[in-house]
């Protein structure tokens, strides 16, 4: 988060550089955001940090 309290998106260096078919992240204090890149005012999920280590654990 940022010093305004809005998140600070990212999307992951393997994203590539067209951009279409990206989920962006943004760290939040005990959470992690997520939504479609398309659609940065559509819906978005946020899970526990915790389990998104455990995800990333599964996918990486």
């Known amino acids: 988060m940022n010093t305004n309290g809005e998140l600070d998106w990212f999307k ?11 989920v962006e992240v943004a760290h939040a204090p005990g959470a992690v955001h997520v939504r479609d890149s ?13 389990a998104w280590v455990d995800f990333l654990g599964l996918v990486v």
Request: glycine content about 12%.
């Open 12 to 22: 992951s260096s393997y994203s590539g550089s067209e951009g279409d078919s990206c």
């Open 38 to 50: 398309k659609q940065a005012d559509g819906p978005r999920f946020e899970v526990a940090s915790s």
